[in-house]
Structure formats: structure tokens, C-alpha cells
């Protein structure tokens, strides 16, 4: 079992703490240098949580739990134009970086208006790609209440947010509701704003945990983070990927930002632990850029195919 922190703190000696987490057998999900601070998400085993903590006070770094890395988080919108985007949108998404969450925002093709808002069957595949749906709503009751149709059939946990306060079970569909985060023409930086943004953080960080619970029941054949660290070490072409995290985990899986057609074979030849990955994995073409989607399988569905 694996810990995932974030540590923030100088670049200067930060190779130290890299080195120490490489050699207790954990993994870098991801590293930001912004100036002269390190942002690092990491996840490393349980039992070794106490060495990376006083290396981090020895660095005079901040250390915090950050339950949400190593998630992939979409931020749907209705549209992304400015006469409907839910301003909370690019706030939500900031925000949730904050606490080691790897977002994407995904506006609708036909969101515009209560009565002529849709979703594609496209948009649905690519929303699913994700382990939560956090659907950014508006100011307005009735409106919310109408677009349940978007998510109404998402095959995973979803989020609402608005402004209203609106009991969940009117809205057929969402897994949650969190209200005080409607479309306003400014940033979210009073009290009640940040108050409304914390809760958000608190429900989604309950959702994963209970997510993580199931899975535990029936766990993947293998860590994402082990899939990531294989594909980094097998595939040099991901050194050339540009991307923010070229090899982005999930829960059950990971996105590889490098071409379907072009690369899937040498994705489907890698080996961990004696098999190749095809073996141990869905491998397909993802709705993001033709990205490449690895879905791992879980131990039941190996005991299924063996009878």
C-alpha cells in the first residue's frame, strides 16, 4: 500500500528527496518547478511515510497528504464560451491542483441554454475516461435541474456544483452536490467562496477513499503507478512528450500522451513482473488526442478468464 504526498518546498538539495523516495521503493507522480519552489507529487509506501518526513523538515520543506494524487479529475462545463462558462470552472480546477489533483476541463459541444443544451455519446466516452466528473453548473435552480440529463447515465461518480442549495436526491444521477458555487463575474477569494471550495475537496477526497475501499475488494493486477513507472523506464519517447504529465495515473489505470496508432504496439510489448502488458490491461485508443488509454485489469476478471 502507498501513501501519496506533496512536498513543497526549494529546488536547491531537492535531488536528496527524489533520490530518498527512489530508494524506499516509491514513485514521483508528478513535479512542478515554479521560480525557485519544487512542487512534488509522490506516493510511497506506508510504512516508510516517518523517512520522508524528516527529510522534508531537514529541507525545510512542507509536507501534506494529498489524497487526490494520482486521480484524474474532469471539470465539465456546460460550454466553455464566455456568455455561459461558470466562472467557479478555472477556480475548481486551480483549486484541486492544490491538493495533488491531475484535472481536465471538457466543455460541451451544445451546452448553451436550458432548452437546447446536449451531450454527445463522444463526450460521455471521454468524461468516463476519468475517475470523477465534476460538472460545473450555474446560478439558477430550475436550470440545474433541467441539465440532469447530462450526467444522468455517466458511469462515474459525479459531482454538481452551483449556487443554490438543492437536496441531492432531486438530482437524479449526481453522487453529490455542493452548493455556493454558481457563475459570478469574479475570482473565488472571499470567505464563503473558499468555504464552499473546501467542501468540494472534502467530497471528492470521500468519494476517492471510497472508491479506493472498493477496489481494494477486487484490486487491479497491478498499481497504476508500477504501469507508469514501466512505460517511463521502457518507452524513450515519452521523454520528448511536452505535455504536463506525459503518463498521467489514475485509480485503475493510466493516460499515456503519446500517439495510439504509432506507439499502442510498443505500450502492449511492455513487461512487468514476466507479462506483457496486453496481458494485464485494456490498451485503446483514448477520446483525448488519440492518446493511449490503459485500463488495468482487476484479479476477478483474471480468475474469469482462466475458467
Do not use: R, W
Given at each position: 500500500m502507498y501513501e501519496t504526498l506533496t512536498f513543497t518546498g526549494g529546488v536547491h538539495?531537492?535531488?536528496?528527496?527524489?533520490?530518498?523516495?527512489?530508494?524506499?521503493?516509491?514513485?514521483?507522480?508528478?513535479?512542478?518547478?515554479?521560480?525557485?519552489?519544487?512542487?512534488?507529487?509522490?506516493?510511497?509506501?506506508?510504512?516508510?511515510?516517518?523517512?520522508?518526513?524528516?527529510?522534508?523538515?531537514?529541507?525545510?520543506a512542507k509536507l501534506s497528504v494529498a489524497p487526490m494524487a494520482g486521480s484524474e479529475i474532469a471539470i465539465v462545463s456546460p460550454t466553455l464560451a464566455r456568455h455561459h462558462l461558470p466562472h467557479a470552472a478555472c477556480d475548481i480546477s486551480e483549486y484541486l491542483r492544490e491538493y495533488g489533483a491531475k484535472d481536465n476541463m471538457i466543455g460541451l459541444a451544445r451546452g448553451d441554454g436550458k432548452g437546447t443544451s446536449g451531450i454527445s455519446e463522444e463526450e460521455k466516452q471521454l468524461i468516463e475516461e476519468h475517475d470523477?466528473?465534476?460538472?460545473?453548473?450555474?446560478?439558477?435552480?430550475?436550470?440545474?435541474?433541467?441539465?440532469?440529463?447530462?450526467?444522468?447515465d455517466i458511469n462515474i461518480p459525479v459531482i454538481v456544483t452551483g449556487a443554490p442549495d438543492i437536496p441531492i436526491e432531486e438530482l437524479p444521477g449526481a453522487d453529490a452536490y455542493v452548493g455556493g458555487l454558481g457563475r459570478i463575474p469574479r475570482r473565488l477569494r472571499r470567505g464563503p467562496d473558499i468555504r464552499a471550495l473546501d467542501t468540494l475537496v472534502e467530497t471528492i477526497e470521500e468519494i476517492l477513499n471510497n472508491k479506493k475501499r472498493e477496489m481494494n475488494l477486487d484490486p487491479p493486477l497491478v498499481p497504476s503507478i508500477v504501469v507508469k513507472n514501466a512505460?517511463?523506464?521502457?518507452?524513450?519517447e515519452i521523454k520528448d512528450v511536452i505535455s504536463p504529465a506525459p503518463v498521467t495515473t489514475q485509480l485503475d489505470g493510466v493516460r499515456v500522451k503519446i500517439n495510439y496508432d504509432k506507439?499502442?504496439?510498443?505500450i502492449e510489448n511492455i513487461?512487468?513482473?514476466?507479462?506483457?502488458?496486453?496481458?494485464?490491461?485494456?490498451?485503446?485508443?483514448?477520446?483525448?488526442?488519440?492518446?493511449?488509454?490503459v485500463k488495468i485489469n482487476s484479479e476477478s476478471s483474471l480468475i474469469e478468464d482462466s475458467n
Open positions: 538539495k531537492s535531488e536528496e528527496i527524489k533520490e530518498l523516495i527512489e530508494d524506499l521503493g516509491g514513485f514521483i507522480l508528478q513535479d512542478n518547478i515554479m521560480q525557485m519552489e519544487l512542487v512534488l507529487n509522490m506516493a510511497v509506501p506506508l510504512n516508510d511515510v516517518n523517512k520522508i518526513e524528516e527529510k522534508s523538515e531537514e529541507l525545510l470523477i466528473a465534476v460538472f460545473a453548473l450555474g446560478s439558477f435552480e430550475t436550470c440545474i435541474k433541467t441539465k440532469a440529463f447530462l450526467y444522468d512505460i517511463e523506464n521502457q518507452i524513450p506507439y499502442h504496439e510498443l513487461v512487468i513482473d514476466g507479462k506483457k502488458l496486453s496481458e494485464i490491461a485494456e490498451i485503446k485508443k483514448s477520446k483525448m488526442y488519440d492518446y493511449i488509454l
